[in-house]
């Protein structure tokens, strides 16, 4: 929060003796209690037991990267959260992260709940509240409809990144578990798209932290378009949906209320990637961001974009030192008056995700960087500028949004791991970045760019000598028809050979060039009959240029 505890307590209690005087004095609101510590009498949760709160899989994964098991991984006091209901207030969740409990509570509780010696501060979150403990029960699925319209393909978005070669080598994220967090999953458990994830368990959790309602299939299919990107796999006549990351395991949480905008959607962010925590996730996706509110003097500056100051941004940064590779979308206020980056894009040890159109260029709409403490944000992009998505009605259309570039790079990193089981969250991490088509000059605007699935998956960075930085350009691009031309600077002494793959990995170029048959000026004729991205290798001596020709 942007106020320190002490102030806010002090404002709640201006506030409670304000409704005092009102008629409105048992207004129930929504608060997190913070709790001071977690050494009750009773308590008896060890980091000698870490299996009590744990699963074995969350475990493996500190030991594996050499993350120690602390005291933030402790479960709050049970006999606190007891103390909290038993002046009347309703518990619905607590955090280890923060030690303390989210509750419903009318606003006549509020000094009962201040004079038990173990609540350090309380923090106003919301008006009114939807929380309740009516729990719908969902059974898994066993009828599935077909999308009713198809107007797309996710050839694009897959080829950017090199991820059709990585599903060529069966690469789809099998043995990995990625927890998406948004606003609902409408359709997931209705459409074609999703159907293999219920046939062959891949969906191993739910949790609903909006209403607590049980069932994350309803709300808002902003969510389910966002997961499609990563988990679908649908193909049909009219075109076709696969995921990048369609064999992995899901975690589903909802985070986001569709009917205010509150910080308490920074807490079920917080909870949602506990959750995930707990369960043994190895990436979290989070597509929201966080900056304007219902309640205005909770609204954030461009001050707070450090990484340290929104609970959004602290729970990102707390879920990657716990292990995980953490992906968020930069925001898309690139062509408004804010421009910059929102929580928690700017969270330190994510992934920050700008967009690009489909000749690798800048998105107007992706906001831009850096952080307020001048750390280079986004740190990658991937294509969010007409995404192949799935609404929550079943329709397989294409959307924009730094949203759908952020799930291309949770699956893609996933898969990146999967390949590289021994490497930690940090490296595989660094090895995106430095695989990326502007990693030699990150910026403001793409961070390192767009990753290579070639360069990524070894663990090796391209260089000036892998791109031949200034000697050699290509265009258009994107191009149409059979012509391609390039300008050199016609002093390749060792000649120069040119190959270029087609989007289904055809070879539809190939030459060799001696010295003296390189001009400024050249132009190549190929067959650019296939729609997608072609991918260009040009070789001199030891150093190559990749470069990805997009037609389209």
């Known amino acids: 929060m942007k106020n ?3 102030l806010l307590i002090c404002f709640l209690f201006l506030g409670f003796k304000t409704i005092a005087q009102s008629d409105d004095i048992s207004k129930v609101n929504r608060y997190f209690i913070y709790f001071t510590d977690k050494s009750g009498d009773n308590y008896s949760y060890s980091l000698s037991n870490p299996n009590e709160f744990l699963t074995q899989r969350a475990i493996d994964r500190r030991l594996k990267q050499n993350i120690a098991i602390n005291e933030t991984d402790l479960p709050v006091d ?3 959260t007891q103390g909290l209901k038993d002046t009347g207030a309703e518990v619905y969740f607590t955090s280890r992260w923060l030690n303390g409990a989210l509750v419903n509570a009318d606003t006549t509780l509020l000094h009962e709940i201040s004079q038990l010696n173990y609540v350090d501060s309380i923090a106003w979150i919301a008006d009114t509240t939807r929380l309740s403990n009516e729990k719908s029960i969902v059974d898994n699925p066993t009828v599935f409809s077909e999308p009713p319209s198809v ?4 050839d694009i978005q897959l080829m950017m990144l090199g991820a059709d070669q990585m599903h060529a080598e069966e690469i789809n994220g099998q043995g990995m578990i990625i927890a998406v967090l948004d606003n609902g999953f409408t359709g997931v458990d209705k459409f074609t798209p999703f159907q293999h994830l219920w046939e062959n368990n891949q969906i191993i959790a739910t949790k609903d932290f909006v209403q607590n309602s049980g069932n994350v299939f309803q709300f808002g299919s902003h969510g389910t378009s966002v997961f499609s990107i990563i988990a679908a796999d649908y193909q049909s006549a009219d075109g076709h949906l696969i995921g990048i990351a369609s ?14 905008e509150n910080t308490l959607e920074e807490y079920n962010w917080l909870l949602g990637a506990e959750y995930a925590d707990s369960l043994g996730a190895d990436v979290i996706n989070g597509s929201l961001g966080y ?6 003097s909770h609204n954030y500056t ?5 990484g340290e100051t929104t609970i959004v941004s602290r729970a990102a940064k707390w879920a990657a030192e716990k292990g995980m590779i953490v992906a968020v979308s930069a925001g898309n206020e690139g062509n408004k008056s804010w421009k910059r980056i929102t929580p928690p894009a700017d969270a330190k040890g994510v992934l920050t995700v700008g967009s690009v159109n489909p000749d690798f260029s800048y998105s107007s709409f992706s906001s831009v960087g850096n952080t307020s403490d001048g750390r280079i944000k986004p740190d990658v992009a991937a294509f969010g500028a007409a995404t192949t998505v799935m609404r929550g009605d079943g329709t397989i259309v294409r959307g924009s949004g730094t949203s759908f570039a952020s799930p291309l790079i949770a699956g893609f990193a996933a898969c990146i791991w999967q ?8 490296e595989v991490i660094a090895a995106i970045k430095t695989s990326a088509h502007q990693a030699n000059n990150p910026d403001s605007l793409l961070g390192n760019g767009v990753p290579n699935y070639s360069f990524a998956k070894n663990v090796r960075a391209l260089n000036l000598n892998d791109i031949l930085n200034d000697k050699v350009t290509f265009y258009p691009n994107p191009f149409r028809g059979d012509t391609l031309f390039l300008t050199t600077d016609g002093k390749f002494k060792e000649g120069m050979s040119i190959r270029i793959m087609d989007p289904r990995g055809s070879l539809v170029f190939q030459k060799e060039y001696k ?22 290798f040009l070789q001199t001596g030891n150093n190559q240029k990749v470069v990805r020709l997009i037609n389209f």
Do not use: W
Not at 247 to 260: F, G, P, R, S
Not at 419 to 426: C, Y
Not at 521 to 529: H, R
């Open 151 to 154: 107007s797309g393909d996710s």
């Open 302 to 306: 461009f001050e707070d974009m450090d």
């Open 291 to 296: 900056r304007l509110f219902d309640i205005s």
């Open 515 to 536: 010295r003296r048959e390189i001009r400024e000026n050249m132009e190549l004729t190929i067959d650019g009959s296939q729609q997608g991205v072609y991918f260009l």
């Open 4 to 6: 320190s505890s002490l």
């Open 247 to 260: 064999k992995a395991q899901y975690i589903l949480c909802v985070t986001e209320d569709n009917q205010a």
């Open 78 to 80: 049970p006999d606190y």
């Open 419 to 426: 390949l590289n089981p021994e490497r930690t969250a940090n």
